[in-house]
């Protein structure tokens, strides 16, 4: 069930809404918080409700351990279990096949016998997501920055919220328990204003502006090999602007679903195209996982401190291993590995970067990241390596289908993530034209959510 | 009054906390209310409210000047439209007939191919009860089911009509394939089909699975996926080829596909049913309907070099058919030269625009169908 179908609009949200407010107290929403996120999962595989309670269950009792020993030994494992738990399961559901098949190419190239079949395994949807709720759920009450819940509700409430289980934002525990104590006394109608406009704004942002995009664009990417080079500049620049709509729209919706339940979940883009250098960037986009790359990863590596050799080191690894949970591929490996260097570059050029124009220094970060996008978009390195000969190096091709309404979506989008405040910049009270405009076009997304259905979200996929 | 000094317990209606989840309740009204006010206002053919294991709905009727091809329709294609008036009715039984089962001579069963016509006078069993000058009864379907019956269920029909002995005849259109033999057939599934019939179930799928806001809504969006604006997913379904003679015509993209490699043949179904009708003191033959393209890729202006004949298929099924003793007529041949002659003239078997024949095809195939079976000493009315 996506948050940009019917059967969520006219069925599912309604009816979680109006149960949960019927509801008076704080178990009873817990309760149905947790209920309604396993149906909204079930919708998607209901086999795999089952891993999602698991995960949520070993998290549960390794924080009951958490609070009741203080033996150094035992809480390392009330911590190690749960964590490793968690890693084996992304490890198993999205890695095996990649691990089998790299193993199978390395072995080629080495003219060993080995020919390791691939599995049929399937992905649970969200399972990057809530596995990262329950490791930071346990970090944390393992170094003593939050008091793990003794209310099983509470906790799988907070694991199982529909709005951010399939594609983020990742939450911490620290960050909404405040809202889960007091979730009794959640102001509805505060919330609901707030709440819609975020909403709206969401999916404002997937249906009119990236789906219009990627409806030109994927079709065009299909064919790459036949695309000139102002085709690729195109389709990796209507690529960029899919992504963060898409995405970020997905996030503004699961905000605003939150607020409709009392809960305030956390900016995850603080307009990123926007950024002043590739620090910059990281500290603007999908905000809540590279928090949790810094915090849970980067830090514990060392962080910013000792030699330049071992800074560097934790920049390039946290970067690497960011970008492998993005997928199973090399291409997200490869990209996550070009923004760890370009990291590294800047921690060296920063004297002279800070001397060059604001605007020269936005447009450089822009560019790069946009190179980087390359990889993320490519389903092999081989394409990548294509798409990127034929944007510096010219070549001719066919005319790409509907280009004028690419470069119109593409300078629209621009304008926005140039110049328009982001969603969390926005006071959400509205004046009288300007929330009919934004119905009007809430209006034209259900419009075209009829007369084509309803599209995934990019990061559905992670 | 909070932090900011707002009282948010004023409802202004622009606030979209007040209007949004109006406007979606609305949606859904408009949405729910176009689905109940549909059989009353709106027309959707004859085939959405038919009763399970019927072909259409009984007694309808339908008239339009707009009608044009399916291809064109498919691969959304405006331009290459070629509008024409049509007519459509059923009969009592809810087949496409000219007029209700009386006197029946023979049966005619198959798929779209088998009740293709601008008018119900231009059907296949209409144009061969005129040839013939005896009643050839249609009960024809593109309901895949309902095209392939069992035995039983033809007999059953047979009762119904009236018919004591005479000639079933079962069309097949060659890009459907082998046909499958039917699920066999026992009371309790009758059963539940009757009661089906008279329960309000099937009333209720079509109110939740159609919705008319999102048909038109989908062909609105049509208009947008011009490869102008947008660009358009569907011409890929379909092909246009140029013929010698300089015109363009429409092929589905699927029926060129089959060419690539041999497919897989299979009579059983036409061997069971031979042999159960004629147990049961009727007459059987096969009639095969090439594709359009196997009719016309010869003629194309610039033909592909293709590793297998088109006409292949439906050889060697004719070979099986003819090997398991069962009556056949292979329509392909007859349909290939008579489209190379007319093709001068500027004329067609099939609709340019879509994957069907028209009346001429249909006129040359009954033709066909009733000179063969004079040729083997049969009658189609007999």
Not at chain 1, 245 to 274: C, I, W
Not at chain 1, 374 to 399: C, I, K, Q
Not at chain 2, 322 to 336: D, E, F, K, S, Y
Request: hydrophobic share 45%; glycine share 8%; proline share 5%.
């Amino acid at each position: 069930m996506l948050f940009n179908s019917f059967r969520f609009l006219y069925f599912f949200l309604p009816v979680s809404y109006a149960v949960f407010w019927l509801l008076k107290t704080r178990t009873q929403r817990y309760v149905w918080l947790t209920t309604t996120g396993y149906i909204f999962y079930a919708s998607w595989n209901y086999k795999f409700c089952a891993l999602m309670a698991f995960s949520t269950s070993v998290a549960y009792l390794a924080g009951l351990g958490l609070l009741r020993w203080q033996d150094p030994m035992r809480r390392r494992l009330c911590a190690v279990i749960p964590v490793t738990t968690d890693l084996a399961l992304l490890g198993v559901f999205k890695y095996t096949n990649f691990a089998l098949s790299t193993t199978n190419r390395v072995a080629s190239w080495l003219g060993l016998p080995t020919d390791f079949p691939v599995w049929d395994i399937v992905l649970p949807v969200g399972i990057s997501f809530y596995t990262f709720h329950t490791i930071t759920y346990i970090v944390d009450a393992y170094r003593g920055v939050i008091v793990p819940t003794r209310n099983f509700f509470e906790f799988s409430s907070y694991v199982s919220l529909f709005a951010q289980l399939v594609a983020g934002p990742i939450v911490r525990f620290r960050h909404i328990e405040s809202d889960l104590e007091h979730i009794d006394v959640a102001d509805r109608a505060r919330n609901l204003g707030i709440g819609w406009s975020f909403f709206a704004i969401g999916l404002i942002k997937k249906v009119l502006i990236a789906d219009t995009i990627a409806a030109i664009i994927d079709p065009a990417l299909r064919q790459y090999s036949e695309l000139s080079s102002i085709g690729v500049w195109l389709c990796v620049l209507g690529y960029t602007h899919q992504l963060y709509f898409d995405f970020s729209g997905y996030s503004d919706m699961a905000v605003g679903l939150g607020y409709l339940f009392g809960l305030r979940l956390p900016q995850n883009f603080r307009s990123p195209y926007k950024a002043t250098d590739v620090a910059d960037f990281w500290r603007r986009w999908h905000i809540s996982l590279s928090s949790c790359l810094r915090d849970y990863l980067y830090i514990p590596l060392g962080g910013g401190r000792g030699s330049a050799f071992a800074v560097n080191r934790n920049l390039l690894v946290t970067m690497l291993l960011g970008g492998l949970w993005h997928g199973a591929n090399w291409t997200f490996v490869v990209w996550g590995g070009y923004h760890g260097l370009l990291l590294i570059l800047h921690r060296g050029v920063r004297g002279p970067w800070e001397r060059l124009p604001l605007w020269l220094r936005r447009l450089i970060t822009l560019l790069l990241v946009v190179v980087g996008w390359v990889f993320f978009r490519s389903t092999s390195l081989e394409m990548a390596g294509t798409l990127l000969h034929r944007m510096f190096v010219w070549h001719a091709g066919g005319p790409l289908v509907a280009v004028y309404t690419l470069i119109l979506m593409i300078g629209l989008a621009t304008a926005i993530t140039q110049f328009s405040p982001n969603t969390f910049e926005f006071r959400h009270h509205w004046s009288a034209p300007a929330g009919v405009a934004l119905a009007i076009l809430f209006i034209m997304c259900l419009f075209v959510m009829y007369g084509t259905g309803s599209s995934p979200f990019l990061y559905f996929q992670f | 009054m909070n932090a900011r000094g707002v009282d948010v317990r004023a409802q202004r209606w622009w606030s979209l906390g007040h209007l949004l989840p109006r406007l979606v309740a609305a949606m859904l009204l408009v949405d729910m209310g176009l689905r109940i006010a549909m059989p009353v206002w709106f027309d959707f053919g004859p085939t959405l409210h038919r009763a399970p294991g019927e072909a259409f709905v009984r007694n309808y009727q339908a008239y339009s000047e707009w009608s044009y091809g399916d291809l064109a329709r498919l691969g959304n294609l405006p331009h290459l439209r070629l509008y024409r008036s049509s007519s459509f009715s059923t009969d009592s039984h809810g087949f496409r007939n000219v007029e209700d089962g009386k006197d029946v001579r023979a049966m005619l069963i198959g798929d779209s191919f088998a009740h293709a016509g601008l008018t119900n006078q231009e059907t296949l069993a209409a144009q061969l009860t005129r040839i013939a000058g005896c009643r050839v009864y249609s009960t024809a379907s593109a309901d895949p089911v309902i095209q392939l019956p069992s035995p039983a269920a033809i007999l059953r029909l047979a009762q119904q009509l009236e018919m004591r002995g005479g000639l079933i005849i079962a069309e097949r259109l060659e890009r459907l394939g082998p046909p499958r033999m039917p699920d066999p057939e026992d009371r309790v599934s009758r059963l539940l089909r009757g009661i089906a019939r008279l329960s309000p179930a099937r009333r209720v799928q079509v109110l939740l699975g159609f919705s008319p806001a999102k048909l038109w809504a989908e062909q609105l969006f049509k208009v947008l996926q011009d490869d102008r604006i947008l660009p358009n997913p569907y011409a890929s379904l379909v092909v246009k080829k140029t013929l010698w003679n300089g015109d363009w015509m429409l092929f589905y993209e699927r029926e060129m596909k089959p060419y690539e490699a041999r497919r897989r043949v299979s009579v059983e179904y036409w061997t069971v049913l031979s042999r159960e009708l004629t147990r049961a003191g009727f007459r059987f033959v096969v009639v095969l309907v090439p594709n359009k393209y196997t009719v016309y890729y010869r003629s194309l202006a610039d033909p592909a070099q293709l590793a297998l004949r088109p006409e292949t298929f439906l050889e060697e099924t004719e070979a099986a058919l003819r090997v398991a003793g069962v009556p056949v007529i292979n329509l392909t041949r007859a349909l290939q030269l008579q489209a190379e002659k007319d093709l001068a003239g500027g004329s067609y078997l099939y609709y340019r625009d879509d994957t069907h024949w028209n009346s001429s095809g249909i006129e040359v195939g009954a033709f066909q169908i009733w000179r063969a079976l004079q040729a083997t000493g049969q009658s189609l009315c007999s």
